[in-house]
């Protein structure tokens, strides 16, 4: 009943407050609030601060509210960073929930041209950068996939700055997962460089690390290993990589996550242990508790809960492990929760019936391979990995 009576600034702070409230307050009560902000903020001809463009794009997103009105703010926004005069009003926090916003609600194109007209700006501040604000950049341009010029040259700095970055176990997590992802859009030594970097902290963090902080590193750990790999292949080298795990401290920081994501495994969602199995398994990891304690507790995890890619994840995963382990009631009870699903991707949908094939699940791979389609245009549109496995798995099983 006050909102008659605030200015834009007092909106944008009561915005941020409501997507900050546990639980975040009404979408309802923030479409009255854009209401009464947009048509008074004219971001392209008067001088709100960005700090308050900020607060409303971070809330906005925070909510995850989607309405015209959120598209018009965004659109507001990006047009305004666009202004030359405007980039030296924004500093190192409005930077990062710009960038975080734009990322987390889906607009990676918009969101991309914004990093490219701020960062050269943005470039000259990074000392001012805190660890909350490195972590949520690196973790915004990751998602958004790789910018353009003057962003990737911002990004390399980025990287180099969060070398210096004493990072909360969250930041280690998103950071570690943004190295994986843009680590091809960056040059080598600053890879390695960031990576030495993390792993003495990520070691000192390992046990307060959260199930989705300890699975993306997991992950991300597993990915930079076959980059590496993939590298020491390209340049034709004589001696094999053996990737991250040949780092100083490398097995011990994969031995140490997974023990710590093994000790909250009541707290895991389905792509927590998906992910983690899927990397442990694809380092050829054999010392871990993770593995043997979920083949040993399935019973106990949200197997109802996961998703598609989950179970083929984890099929794959329990395929590929190099171990003496019990896996035919875990692998039978995958089955069960994938029978349930009918809109598949191909390349779940294949990975699934090649790995319970081999798994010796043929009751279970036979009734997936009914959820192949039979239209030839549409078989047309599947990569030729995809249609290789799902006829190999067609010979194994004797399908005709």
């Not at 009576?5 to 546990?22: C, D, I, T």
């Not at 991300?220 to 990737?243: I, V, Y």
């Not at 380092?283 to 949200?302: H, N, S």
């Not at 191909?346 to 391979?369: C, H, K, N, Y």
Request: aromatic share 8%.
């Amino acid at each position: 009943q006050h909102l008659e009576s605030f200015g834009a600034q007092e909106l944008a702070v009561a915005a941020l407050a409501m997507a900050k409230a546990r639980p975040p307050m009404s979408k309802d009560l923030l479409e009255q609030l854009l209401g009464r902000v947009l048509p008074g903020l004219h971001l392209k001809s008067t001088a709100l601060p960005i700090r308050y463009c900020a607060n409303l794009l971070w809330a906005t997103a925070a909510i995850r509210h989607e309405h015209p009105l959120t598209r018009a703010l965004f659109q507001e926004v990006k047009v305004a960073c666009h202004q030359p005069w405007r980039h030296g009003r924004c500093n190192a926090r409005d930077f990062s929930q710009v960038c975080w916003a734009f990322a987390s609600s889906g607009r990676h194109m918009d969101g991309r041209q914004v990093i490219e007209s701020l960062a050269q700006h943005q470039s000259t501040t990074l000392q001012s950068y805190s660890d909350h604000d490195v972590a949520t950049t690196i973790w915004a341009v990751a998602t958004m996939s790789c910018p353009g010029p003057q962003g990737s040259g911002f990004l390399e700095r980025l990287m180099e700055a969060a070398c210096e970055k004493d990072f909360a176990p969250q930041g280690l997590s998103m950071t570690f997962w943004g190295l994986a992802t843009l680590a091809p859009s960056i040059r080598p030594e600053t890879v390695e460089q960031l990576l030495a970097a993390l792993v003495p902290k990520v070691l000192q963090h390992a046990g307060n690390l959260a199930p989705q902080g300890a699975s993306n590193i997991l992950w991300a750990l597993a990915t930079l290993n076959l980059r590496m790999k993939a590298t020491t292949l390209e340049a034709q080298q004589e001696e094999p990589s053996h990737g991250v795990i040949a780092l100083d401290e490398g097995l011990r920081l994969v031995e140490a996550v997974s023990y710590s994501l093994a000790q909250q495994l009541q707290e895991s969602n389905g792509q927590d242990i998906a992910n983690a199995l899927w990397a442990l398994a694809n380092m050829g990891i054999k010392t871990d508790v993770l593995f043997p304690k979920v083949c040993g507790c399935f019973q106990d995890l949200p197997i109802h809960s996961f998703s598609a890619q989950n179970c083929a994840n984890i099929l794959w995963a329990l395929v590929r492990q190099d171990r003496d382990l019990d896996l035919h009631d875990f692998a039978k009870a995958i089955a069960l929760r994938a029978a349930n699903f009918s809109d598949w991707d191909e390349q779940s949908l294949s990975i699934s019936v090649w790995a319970l094939a081999i798994l010796g699940q043929r009751t279970s791979s036979l009734p997936l391979l009914k959820a192949l389609t039979s239209d030839l245009e549409e078989l047309r549109k599947f990569s030729s990995e995809s249609l290789s496995v799902f006829a190999w798995t067609c010979g194994l099983l004797g399908v005709e």
